[in-house]
T-cell receptor, first 112, second 116 residues
Framework: KQEVTQIPAALSVPEGENLVLNCSFT??????LQWFRQDPGKGLTSLLLIQSSQREQTSGRLNASLDKSSGRSTLYIAASQPGDSATYLCAVMNSGYSTLTFGKGTMLLVSP | GAGVSQSPSNKVTEKGKDVELRCDPISGHTALYWYRQSLGQGLEFLIY????????KSGLPSDRFSAERTGGSVSTLTIQRTQQEDSAVYLC??????????????FGEGSRLTVL
């Protein structure tokens, strides 16, 4: 059974810092890995999707990497802003195209 | 529609009552998912529909929970004889399905259920 772990559970940084969120998964036979953002009381917004054959994806100030063999992914946020404050969720889709298994998220607070 | 639409956004009910939650996926998306997010917990998979295939019901927590998808589009999640532990946010997502090969999921805003 796939298990996804996110570290740290919470992170507080001053505006302007670069930061890294970590995600690990136990079964390396994955179809893709997705990073989502969730604001309080809202649904999930897709940030980046990395296919199993890819090593990284970039969107603006966000960069996500994938090391399938070691079961790890990182989300790098450059020059953080208060608007980046949210919970970031990592999710893995197992091979064969099925459902997503989620980590419990990292709650990020960026202070002005 | 432009995105995944869920209704109601909030539902308060009494213990023992039945509730229905609705999800309208993105037009043309063949895959539809239901997840549950309880306070302080991660997202818990409930059920997955893919086209005309039999749904994957492996995440439904009890036989009080059921879901259907009519005409390959709108889905309804039904919870019978609600219990207080059913209180959670129920999230629906859709994707283009296996044909698109990307597997990217798009989520609705969720239905917050409170059982008194």
């Amino acid at each position: 059974k796939q298990e996804v772990t996110q570290i740290p559970a919470a992170l507080s940084v001053p505006e302007g810092e670069n930061l890294v969120l970590n995600c690990s998964f136990t079964d390396s036979a994955i179809y893709n890995l997705q990073w989502f953002r969730q604001d309080p009381g809202k649904g999930l917004t897709s940030l980046l999707l990395i296919q199993s054959s890819q090593r990284e994806q970039t969107s603006g100030r966000l960069n996500a990497s994938l090391d399938k063999s070691s079961g790890r992914s990182t989300l790098y946020i450059a020059a953080s802003q208060p608007g980046d404050s949210a919970t970031y969720l990592c999710a893995v889709m197992n091979s064969g195209y099925s459902t997503l298994t989620f980590g419990k998220g990292t709650m990020l607070l960026v202070s002005p | 529609g432009a995105g995944v639409s869920q209704s109601p956004s909030n539902k308060v009910t009494e213990k023992g009552k039945d509730v229905e939650l609705r999800c309208d996926p993105i037009s043309g998306h063949t895959a539809l998912y239901w997840y549950r997010q309880s306070l302080g917990q991660g997202l818990e998979f409930l059920i997955y529909f893919q086209g005309n295939s039999a749904p994957d019901k492996s995440g439904l927590p009890s036989d009080r929970f059921s879901a259907e998808r009519t005409g390959g589009s709108v889905s309804t999640l039904t919870i019978q004889r609600t219990q207080q532990e059913d209180s959670a946010v129920y999230l629906c997502a859709s994707s283009q399905g296996s044909r698109a090969r990307t597997g990217e999921l798009f989520f609705g805003e969720g239905s917050r259920l409170t059982v008194l």
